[in-house]
């Protein structure tokens, strides 16, 4: 396995602990997504893919409805994606995307956070060029051969397929998102939740204490309202 199943494996257990919080970043995905490309899900392949991701969050259908009226009644130009990047203690890279109103708020809260936790927010591309965009899709296992749909997709940017608990897992380059979304479309594939990572090209091993030290800016982090998902290069499978 590489490194994308490696890193699926240490976040698995680190998933948004309170739905509410879950469904209010999905949520802000759907105003992004619609300010984007529309309130149409059938010209706008972002927004279905985050329908996708609410179904398998168990999001209401009258949330999703209500998120989706919501983007269209509302003036949501002010709305946009900034990424921050910064390095928390012990030299771990840290790297937070956030969907935000308030630009000026947003970098404050999380500059905060970084120098309450003996870190530092950094410049822009401080820290990004040590992670690779990926976008992963997660497909209903109907008994494909993944080695098979691995030779398939091939052609379409996949680096990596493999199945687990959930279906069968495809990552890919962040540009390949398109294309493989539409491969999996136009072969009547079940699109059971897709979405986008950053992968750390190299991780950091730390001791206990220093893991706790990561996870404490990590939780402050996360916790703010703008938050939509944080990535870092700490070790989550080695302890030293």
Same mark, same amino acid.
């Given at each position: 396995?590489?490194? =994308?199943?490696?890193?699926?494996? =240490? ?44 179904? =398998? ?184």
């Amino acid at each position: 396995m590489g490194r =994308a199943f490696e890193f699926r494996k =240490a976040r698995k257990m680190k998933r948004w602990g309170k739905m509410a919080k879950t469904f209010s970043r999905i949520g802000k995905d759907i105003v992004m997504a619609i300010k984007d490309g529309g309130p149409d899900p059938v010209s706008n392949s972002r927004l279905r893919a985050v329908i996708q991701n609410a179904k =398998a969050a168990n999001m209401p259908k009258e949330n999703v409805e209500r998120a989706i009226k919501k983007a269209k009644d509302k003036d949501t130009s002010n709305y946009k994606e900034v990424v921050l990047e910064g390095r928390g203690p012990h030299g771990i890279a840290i790297l937070v995307e956030t969907a935000t109103d308030n630009n000026n708020r947003t970098v404050a809260n999380i500059r905060s956070y970084f120098n309450k936790c003996d870190g530092a927010l950094g410049t822009a591309g401080s820290v990004e060029f040590m992670f690779d965009h990926t976008c992963n899709f997660r497909i209903a296992n109907d008994g494909t051969d993944p080695e098979e749909l691995e030779l398939e997709l091939i052609d379409f940017g996949a680096e990596e397929v493999f199945v687990d608990d959930d279906g069968i897992i495809v990552y890919a380059p962040f540009e390949s998102f398109g294309a493989i979304q539409k491969y999996f479309e136009d072969n009547n594939k079940e699109i059971l939740s897709s979405g986008f990572e950053r992968i750390p090209q190299n991780t950091m091993p730390l001791n206990e204490e220093q893991r706790a030290d990561i996870d404490k800016l990590l939780e402050k982090i996360e916790e703010d309202e703008d938050t939509q998902n944080v990535y870092h290069n700490m070790d989550e499978t080695e302890v030293v």
